[in-house]
């Protein structure tokens, strides 16, 4: 494409993308400052719709100066073609960044949520109704600042644009009223929050159909399942929070954004101690203080003594739709070289990697591409080539989590703290490692390969065959970075590290030891690192 050299005092340097409008990346020419300038195309300016749309938007986000909304900086026209400057952002819309699973940990997400719920809450204290908001209207810099973009459809108390009964909108995100076609309110900006909030705490969207009239039939007369919110452990009060938004009936919503920002506050920032100098408290209150303290861990001391006999009749062995997991039981174990006591609750984990059979569904179901070299042929075989925050999308998919270091070492090496998954003996023979002289071909082999050397809880390959990432960081050594110097860019101690644990085909079986572990960058993905999941009972 042809890229105009100049418009006004804007040097455009490089174009962008676009349909209706083109945006460029451009250069202030006066004070310095890179933009982004959204240019109407020559079909767009002739269309009094479109054209109407796009001088909205300079009237609606033009109005609106927010640490969490795109800022408008200029208006002009271009030989009849409207055009916007506005700021230029870095980083990613909120589509990518959950397709990728770049969204980070659950308090991560719940913060981008808390910056568009409060980027929402001034828009309308604006009295401007955003009507678009999903994940690609949202964007995400490399800081984990969100802003709200888009407003070519926004609706302000005092403007009609939009004809009667045509319904503007993503449909996914569509509330009922406006699938009816009926006048738009604020609520239509919750309800789509909500959604929005779903997809991004679960990776999915809670409503889908194969066809226009089949989604809005569901939007119309389906309620949203709530199960996989609470498969991923999602508090049950942001449960709450997203089935209050997405009410059918407009009346049973949550009334304003003030609201919804309140709720993540309070799960996303505790309160605060109140600052010292307030009133000598008195004795009686102490006193008072401690009976309730005693009270309350005798009743923790009961509520766990009746929770024993529930956990020790869990099942030994769970179904799900990614692979069958296996029982944890609660109680102590011996946790690294040292052999800590560590006391740990029932839990169940993969009984073997997460296949490529598995992530296939995954990306099917979700749209994410499947990673580099990814094997069709190899269904039955550990996927590898992806990152923490790939793996932690596919732990919230499937309703289940990362194990912990600890989770992890108890589900390899049993209660009694032997240093490889079937006993203390170094036997390469009964793992896929560099040192196994029975093996004619090195490489990944099937998840279900040597059962002989499962774990005490019958966990397979949790020494070698590829190395397993889990949900804990440690800083990393000196040496750690520099092994990964040749990472663009060269990773950094101040930037995300994540442990993987297990060894893996390619090293000898005295690396795979219960105990061992190594950090890595989050966002590194190798052809021999893998993963497993856990779920509690």
């Known amino acids: 494409m042809d890229l105009p050299s100049r418009i006004g005092k804007y040097e455009l340097l490089e174009y962008l993308g676009g349909g209706m409008a083109r945006v460029y990346k451009a250069r202030d020419t006066v004070i310095g400052r890179i933009v982004a300038l959204k240019l109407l195309t020559e079909s767009g300016a002739a269309d009094p719709e479109a054209k109407a749309r796009f001088l ?61 719920a409060r980027a929402l809450e001034y828009t309308h ?108 452990n999602i508090p049950e009060r942001i449960r709450n929070v997203i089935a209050r938004c997405t009410a059918k009936d407009p009346s049973q919503r949550i009334q ?37 303290v005693a009270a309350s861990l005798f009743g923790i001391f009961l509520a766990l003594r009746q929770r024993a006999p529930v ?24 946790f690294g070289e040292d052999r800590t006591s560590v006391n740990l609750p029932a839990y169940y984990i993969d009984r073997t990697e997460v296949t490529n059979a598995a992530w296939a569904e995954f990306c099917r179901q979700t749209g ?4 580099a070299s990814f094997p069709e042929d190899r269904p039955d075989y550990p996927v590898v080539n992806i990152s923490f925050h790939d793996a932690q999308a596919f732990a919230a998919w499937a309703g289940k989590r990362l194990p912990t270091m600890q989770e ?27 040192d196994n002289t029975a093996l004619a071909v090195k490489g990944i082999m099937p998840a279900t390969a040597f059962p002989p050397g499962a774990s005490p809880f019958t966990a397979l390959n949790m020494a070698g065959n590829v190395w397993e990432l889990v949900d804990d960081a440690r800083a990393p050594s000196a040496r750690a970075i520099e092994s990964f110097a040749n990472l663009s860019p060269p990773p950094t101690a101040g930037e995300p590290w994540r442990v993987i644990r297990g060894g893996a085909w390619d090293v000898p079986l005295r690396n795979c030891v219960t105990y061992e572990w190594a950090s890595v960058p989050a966002r590194l993905t190798q052809p021999n690192i893998g993963f497993r999941c856990v779920k509690n009972p």
């Open 56 to 116: 909205q938007e300079v009237k609606m986000a033009g109005n609106v100066t927010h640490e969490n909304v795109i800022s408008i900086f200029d208006y002009g026209e271009e030989q009849g073609r409207p055009f916007i400057v506005m700021e230029f952002l870095t980083g990613t819309d909120l589509r990518n960044a959950i397709r990728d699973g770049q969204t980070g940990s659950l308090e991560d997400r719940l913060r981008i949520a808390l910056q568009v």
């Open 125 to 232: 204290s604006k009295k401007i109704i955003h009507r678009d908001i999903k994940p690609e209207n949202i964007n995400l810099d490399p800081g984990g600042r969100a802003k709200l973009m888009d407003f070519g459809i926004a609706k302000s108390d005092d403007l009609k644009l939009t004809k009667t009964g045509f319904a503007l909108g993503t449909p996914y995100y569509m509330a009922p009223e406006q699938v009816l076609g009926k006048p738009a309110t604020g609520l239509v900006d919750v309800y789509a929050f909500g959604i929005l909030l779903y997809e991004l705490l679960t990776g999915v969207k809670p409503v889908q159909g194969d066809t226009i009239e089949r989604l809005f039939y569901i939007i119309l007369h389906e309620p949203i399942n709530m199960q996989p919110l609470a498969d991923a």
């Open 256 to 292: 304003s954004f003030r609201e919804i920002r309140q709720e993540l506050e309070d799960v996303t920032e505790p309160p605060k101690p109140a600052a010292g100098g307030g009133k000598p408290v008195r004795r009686s209150l102490i006193l008072g203080a401690l009976i309730l």
């Open 311 to 334: 956990e020790q009749g869990l099942p030994a062995t769970l179904s799900t739709p990614t692979g069958e997991m296996v029982l944890v039981p609660a109680g102590a174990f011996l």
């Open 368 to 371: 994410r591409r499947p990673p």
């Open 408 to 434: 992890w070492e108890k589900a390899a090496r049993g209660t009694d703290g032997r240093d490889f998954p079937w006993g203390s003996t170094a036997d390469p023979q009964l793992a896929n490692v560099s």
